[in-house]
């Protein structure tokens, strides 16, 4: 099994990538293998329609698109800005739904933030829901919000909380769980 483990943020340091490498870890750690990317690999231009029309789908975008389309499930790890989603990744997802078949159809989807904040990111992970089922995800009913993330880390990039670590390792199962029954014939 593959997941996709896509960080939202373009930022380096992000608090968003410290917790997609805790996940990517944890699902190493299970022997399923675990296709961290870069975002800031897949630059892409603010979704144009007449950039579409006159040029098509950019190549970024095609890699992304392949990437999604090629793992049996994928992890979207990723900031709240404003109380929403994130420009970057909302670009993305808006060139990503030019494509079809939908990259993310019929692929179980976890959902996961990290911000400094009391509400950890949970905002912008509910604004993702409507887009991502219409694009044909399995979203899982789990989502893990980070808060006061600053403060989350250890020393070795592991979560400090014990309670809230093993929290996400069963949120995890249940998504792997799932993954292997969408999987199946």
Not at 17 to 24: G, M
Not at 25 to 32: A, D, E, T, V
Not at 165 to 185: E, G, V, Y
Request: glycine fraction near 10%.
């Amino acid at each position: 099994m593959n997941i996709l483990v896509w960080p939202g943020s373009l930022r380096e340091g992000s608090l968003n990538r410290k917790l997609a490498e805790v996940i990517a870890g944890k699902l190493s750690h299970q022997g399923i293998g675990a296709d961290l990317i870069n975002f800031r690999d897949f630059e892409m231009p603010l979704y144009d329609g007449d950039v579409e029309s006159s040029t098509g789908i950019p190549n970024s975008v095609s890699a992304l698109a392949e990437k999604i389309s090629g793992c049996d499930g994928w992890i979207l790890v990723t900031p709240e800005y404003n109380f929403g989603v994130p420009g970057p990744v909302k670009n993305a997802i808006d060139w990503l739904s030019r494509i079809r078949p939908y990259p993310t159809s019929n692929k179980t989807c976890f959902l996961a933030s990290a911000a400094p904040g009391l509400v950890g990111g949970a905002r912008g992970l509910i604004a993702l829901r409507p887009t991502l089922s219409f694009m044909g995800s399995w979203l899982v009913p789990d989502s893990f919000s980070l808060a006061e993330a600053a403060n989350s880390f250890g020393p070795e990039g592991q979560l400090k909380d014990e309670g809230l670590d093993k929290m996400l390792s069963q949120m995890l199962d249940k998504f792997i769980h799932a993954t292997k029954n969408l999987r199946s014939p």
